[in-house]
């Protein structure tokens, strides 16, 4: 007889205890959140450098809103931050218990020694509230996507809308009645009329700034061109005038050349030494003395490069935005547009979709900051295929038709020198040598013009082409009587120099006359 298989019972011990880690916590990072109170506490860089970047609503512990909280607002009255001025401002405002304590304070003082890569750290502070925001609105979508009464239409305007507040971050702009804009137009057209025409930047080319009335703010302009053409000299050209004529700050980002490299190719356009000279350093004693004397101004102006390679455009925007609250920059440039990356939101995406986002942003960046922004790019090799003038037209832009889009000034530089053409297509048929042509090509708020300009090869520089008329005349005060010093008065004619007589007594025979001799 077999045996009946035994029944195994299961014995009872103690409940299985899961720990609290391993449920879902809110994304957060407090004790990052206590590195950079600290740093602000203890650096004044370490304020300047994250005061844009966060709010207080960013911060998961509450306790560390009310510091930050109290931080901002010694910032914004121009008040020195430190452990006592911060526990002062808490104090006025009722919150120091609640924030910890004058000791709490002092504990986040001890947590870091400087405020190296703060900048760093507050951006995976936001990142956190970014995601926890994320999460609150997926839940609200949710929770109305199963509501059957909602329309289906609403759910994608508010999820969208919600999304679209989350992406804007601070950027929360009302709507302005007309009234206030018509008066803040008024007052920008008198501002304006005493300012000889421009509104905006003057770029320091005459016919240029009378077309643009200066580089507007919040615009986009775009400057093309093949390789070789002199678009890093323009835009340095350009930079110079504005920065050392105008004393106007001026950001120039170079993704191409190297700051060094950049700033010796403006002390040779500044000195009027080749830069050939000044790569192989055999200056004559009086070539020295012109150096030092004719570069002071540029070591004076407000000119800020930044050479960091393949910069994506997340970078940018907030190197920018530091430029423009420390610095107060009016004018940002790229050199140039192909060599940046759209950083790590477009993965899988073609190049082309990446030349759209970063055109898109940099537009974005000119409203926000409220200054122009000039991005060069390069053009496609069609323009080398085309016969005729090789003039480049709009479809020639690379990569993108969103460039084209997205810019308010489109805008290419022709030097006809470059493809061997010796005369200009126009009427005059005169000589290209030394001249180009800055094509508008796109103006959304302006004009379409060819204007031309100096080009000086030897010194990588361009300047306004002045319009003699030809031949040339040049007034010499020589040749006035009253100031001529070699002018040798009361000489005798040439019948009383020379004592002839001959014409002197009338002609006996007229017939003579007809004598050939």
């Known amino acids: 007889m077999e045996k009946p298989t035994p029944v195994l019972g299961r014995s009872i011990g103690k ?52 510091i930050y909280e109290a931080i901002f607002k010694l910032f914004e009255s121009s008040e020195p931050v430190d452990l006592l001025t911060v526990s002062a401002q808490l104090k006025r405002d009722g919150r120091l218990e609640v924030a910890g304590g004058d000791f709490y304070l002092i504990k986040l003082t001890q947590k870091v020694a400087s405020s190296a890569h703060i900048e760093f750290h507050a951006r995976i502070i936001l990142q956190k509230y970014i995601q926890r925001s ?20 609403d759910l994608l305007d508010n999820a969208e809308a919600k999304l679209y507040d989350v992406t804007q971050g601070n950027l929360k ?22 300012k000889d025409g421009l509104s905006g930047i003057p770029s320091g080319f005459d016919k240029l700034d009378k077309l643009t009335s200066g580089w507007q703010p919040s615009d986009l302009v775009i400057i093309a061109a093949r390789p070789g053409m002199g678009k890093t000299a323009l835009t340095l050209s350009m930079a110079r005038n504005i920065a050392v004529n105008s004393n106007i700050p001026v950001a120039f980002f170079s993704l191409e050349m190297s700051s060094v490299q950049l700033i010796t190719r403006l002390i040779s356009s500044e000195t009027g030494l080749s830069s050939e ?56 440039v790229l050199d140039y547009l192909q060599l940046m990356t759209a950083g790590g939101s477009q993965k899988g995406g073609n190049r082309e979709q990446e030349i759209s986002t970063i055109s898109r942003n940099l537009k974005a960046l000119a409203k926000e900051l409220n200054i122009p922004v000039i991005a060069l790019s390069q053009l496609s090799r069609a323009v080398e295929t085309r ?52 094509i508008v090509a796109k103006h959304r708020n302006g004009g379409l013009d060819n204007i031309r300009l100096k080009f000086i090869a030897q010194l990588g520089k361009f300047d306004n082409l002045d319009d003699f008329d030809s031949p040339f005349e040049f007034q010499s005060k020589m040749n006035n009587d009253g100031d001529n010093p070699f002018l040798t008065r009361n000489l005798p004619d040439a019948n009383q120099a020379f004592g002839s007589a001959m014409n002197d007594h009338p002609d006996p025979d007229p017939d003579d006359n007809d004598v050939p001799f």
């Open 15 to 66: 409940p299985t205890v899961i720990s609290l880690e391993k449920g879902k916590i809110p994304p957060q990072a407090v004790d990052l959140e206590e590195v950079v109170l600290g740093a602000m506490l203890i650096d004044k860089k370490g304020v300047d450098e994250v005061i844009d970047i966060l709010h207080p609503d960013v911060f998961y512990k509450e306790s560390h809103q009310y």
């Open 134 to 153: 994320l999460i609150k609105i997926s839940s609200e979508i949710i929770e109305e996507a199963y509501d059957e009464g909602t329309d289906v239409f």
């Open 173 to 194: 702009r009302s709507a302005e009645t007309a009234q206030n804009l018509v008066i803040q137009a008024k007052k920008k057209i008198e501002e304006i009329s005493n």
């Open 277 to 332: 000279k000044l790569r192989t350093g055999r200056l004559e004693k009086h070539e020295w003395e012109q150096l030092n004397v004719k570069v002071k101004a540029l070591e004076k102006a407000p000119l800020f490069i930044d050479d960091t390679p393949s910069l994506s455009i997340f970078d940018l925007q907030a190197k920018a935005r530091r430029l423009a609250s420390q610095h107060k920059i009016q004018l940002i």
């Open 387 to 438: 016969g005729g003038s090789k003039r480049p037209i709009l479809s020639d832009l690379r990569e993108s038709g969103a460039i084209e889009q997205d810019a308010d000034i489109v805008s290419f530089i022709y030097r006809p020198e470059y493809y061997k053409i010796d005369e200009w297509d126009d009427e005059e048929r005169t000589p290209t040598q030394g001249q180009a042509e800055f």
